[in-house]
């Protein structure tokens, strides 16, 4: 369904995707790694249009997006860092969403997974931090869309709803839906995750099955398999 096919971005004179071919035409969970500054945030945010390649290509269904706005429309995608209107409340900025994106939506499934009734009149600045992430997961899932891009989804969350969100993504990458995640929590990786990307230094390093992963690197564990190949680089005098 998706594809980047010699995908390059440069930041001035940083070159943060260098020629990144990847085809996720595989439906469920997949992982997109790396440590900070592999890239990863950059390729979704190509997708995504907000950021421009400086060259190559991207495709939604066999057609290039590049350009295009329309697509966005199939895609529901929680990012890692927003900023709320804090004198608006949970309530308000649902109905603002609706306005912007018509159609069907789900968000009384969200606000009793994650326990929000009674927070939803409150201002968003009187809003925990944790209760915010809540309201960012809520208003970026609400419409049910075949393609779901989350950026740290777990950032911030309670055990309990931690626990929710993991199971409603389950349930979501058995529905025929293809789910992008970017985390550092590799334990959320290894419960969830069908496919595993990893990216090093603006270029796919692994793409494939977990097991494969960890036999390819002789761990038993996706933090030291990852710790591992970083480690290795860095003694090979190459930047991760």
């Known amino acids: 369904m998706i594809r980047f096919l ?6 001035g004179r940083n070159k943060v995707l260098k020629g990144i071919d990847l085809d996720l035409s595989q439906m469920g969970i997949t992982a997109v790694l790396g440590p900070n500054g592999s890239g990863k945030t950059t ?7 907000m950021v421009i390649p400086t060259n190559g290509s ?3 269904k066999n057609e290039s997006i590049l350009g ?14 927003v900023y709320f209107p804090e004198n608006l409340t949970p309530n308000e900025l649902i109905k603002m969403a609706k306005d912007l994106r018509p159609g069907t939506t789900r968000e009384k499934h969200f606000i009793e997974l994650f326990e929000l009734s009674s927070e939803m009149h409150k201002k968003m600045s009187t809003l925990s931090g944790g209760t915010r992430q809540k ?3 809520l208003l970026g899932l609400m419409h049910d869309n075949k393609v779901i891009i989350l950026d740290e989804p777990s950032s911030g969350l309670d055990p309990v709803s931690f626990l929710n969100l993991k199971s409603f993504l ?5 529905k025929n839906k293809q789910i992008l995640i970017t985390t550092h929590t590799m334990s959320f990786v290894e419960e969830i995750a069908d496919h595993i990307v990893f990216l090093l230094n603006g270029q796919i390093y692994f793409q494939g099955k977990l097991n ?10 996706l933090e030291s398999a990852i710790a591992n190949i970083i480690q290795q680089k860095k003694s090979t005098g190459l930047d991760a």
């Open 6 to 11: 010699n995908l390059e971005k440069r930041f």
């Open 43 to 49: 390729l979704l945010k190509c997708f995504l249009g």
């Open 58 to 60: 991207i495709q939604f």
């Open 68 to 81: 295009r706005h329309l697509y966005r429309s199939e895609i529901s995608h929680v990012s890692q860092i």
């Open 135 to 137: 309201i960012n997961l």
């Open 170 to 174: 389950k349930k979501e990458g058995k």
């Open 212 to 221: 494969d992963l960890l036999s390819q690197e002789n761990r038993k564990d």
